[in-house]
């Protein structure tokens, strides 16, 4: 396993307690150690009973994702390997300790939509799309955005951390389309996820019907909007920003709100006193790779 899959199996059992000991030898499996069950087709309230937050592998695939993603092409887009799907979906119902490092991202992002595609009802619920599809049709971007606030705000706290990692990891994606030609955009994500996070428009038999299709391309829509909207508006809340942030070790600007790591000092308020924060900082970050560079070649005296 690389240093960072270490670190990151690291971050997830200090997150949440994840890693426990097996017990008495007579008794330990045959691996040494076990690690929260991620049950599919199951509640997300069961799910995430354990300490009421994310379970730790499920968390260790988003921080995956959301770290080596950004620069493939076609992640969520392309199919996993199937028999190795399979195999991180065992390990995964049966709470086997995974190496990340062993299957790629399209693997894992594969597992990870079917993950969601089998949650009851889905991971808004049904009058939660029903709520996102009325929404839609809101003309007012500022009340489409405060309905989308309450409407986060009202799902149990381990939905909006796990939505808030998604969409996160969505975004970061898709602004990477361009620069890294993945092509991936929010569109493209809208099309591919959708389906995932959207019951109510996968037909019950084989063959689709004409609303079914409709209310796809409505969802892609809204998957779209909130994939663009994520950092440019406070749709999910400052509190679950800030947990995007310290999980991910990522800096995003919400509303021009800095919102950094807890590594760090909080950022202050103020646009004026962030914006000086934030050069600080970025002076600092280049002092110390400067600083390393000149070890590296031996420049300092």
Same mark, same amino acid.
């Given at each position: 396993?690389?240093?960072w899959?270490?670190?990151?199996?690291?971050?997830? %059992?200090?997150?949440g307690?994840?890693?426990?000991s097996?017990g008495?030898p007579?008794t330990?499996?045959?691996?040494?150690y076990?690690?929260?069950k991620?049950?599919?087709?199951?509640p997300?309230? !069961?799910v995430?009973?354990?300490?009421?937050n994310i379970?730790?592998?499920?968390? &260790?695939?988003?921080l995956k994702? +959301?770290? !080596?993603?950004?620069?493939r092409r076609?992640v969520?887009?392309?199919?996993g390997?199937?028999?190795?799907m399979?195999?991180l979906?065992? /390990?995964?119902q049966?709470?086997?300790?995974v +190496?990340?490092?062993?299957?790629?991202? /399209?693997?894992?992002a594969?597992?990870?939509?079917k993950?969601?595609r089998k949650?009851?009802?889905?991971?808004f619920?049904?009058?939660?799309?029903?709520e996102l /599809? %009325?929404?839609?049709?809101?003309? +007012?971007?500022?009340?489409q955005?405060d309905? #989308?606030h309450r409407? /986060?705000?009202?799902?149990?706290k381990?939905?909006?951390?796990?939505?808030?990692?998604? $969409?996160?990891?969505f975004? &970061?994606i %898709?602004?990477? %389309?361009? +620069?890294a030609?993945t092509g991936m955009?929010s569109?493209? #994500?809208?099309?591919?996820v959708?389906?995932?996070f959207f019951?109510? @428009?996968?037909?019950d038999?084989?063959?689709a019907r004409? !609303?079914?299709?409709l209310k796809f391309k409505?969802?892609t829509?809204?998957?779209?909007h909130?994939?663009?909207k994520f950092a440019?508006?406070?749709? $999910?809340?400052?509190d679950?920003y800030?947990?995007?942030?310290r999980?991910?070790g990522r800096? #995003?600007?919400?509303?021009d709100?800095w919102i950094?790591?807890?590594?760090y000092?909080p950022p202050?308020?103020?646009?004026l006193?962030q914006?000086k924060?934030a050069?600080?900082?970025?002076?600092?970050a280049e002092?110390t790779w400067?600083?390393?560079? @000149?070890?590296?070649w031996g420049?300092r005296?």
């Open positions: 396993m690389s240093s899959a270490e670190r990151v199996h690291r971050r997830a %059992a200090d997150l307690n994840v890693v426990t097996c008495h007579a330990a499996p045959g691996y040494p076990r690690l929260e991620v049950k599919f087709g199951v997300l309230e !069961e995430c009973k354990h300490n009421n379970p730790g592998p499920l968390l &260790v695939l988003i994702l +959301n770290k !080596e993603s950004p620069n076609d969520f887009r392309a199919p390997h199937q028999a190795s399979k195999k979906i065992h /390990f995964l049966a709470g086997r300790l +190496n990340v490092d062993k299957y790629s991202v /399209f693997t894992i594969s597992v990870l939509k993950f969601l949650i009851p009802n889905g991971i619920g049904r009058n939660g799309e029903m /599809f %009325a929404i839609n049709e809101l003309q +007012n971007e500022a009340e955005t309905r #989308l409407l /986060f705000a009202s799902l149990p381990y939905t909006q951390h796990l939505l808030v990692l998604l $969409f996160g990891t975004r &970061v %898709a602004s990477n %389309a361009a +620069n030609s955009t569109e493209a #994500l809208g099309v591919s959708a389906p995932s019951q109510s @428009c996968v037909s038999g084989k063959t004409m !609303e079914d299709v409505v969802a829509k809204i998957m779209q909130i994939i663009d440019t508006h406070d749709i $999910f809340g400052r679950n800030e947990y995007y942030a999980v991910t800096i #995003l600007k919400v509303q709100e950094c790591s807890f590594q000092p202050p308020r103020g646009k006193a914006q924060y050069l600080q900082h970025s002076l600092e002092k400067l600083q390393c560079q @000149c070890e590296r420049l005296s």
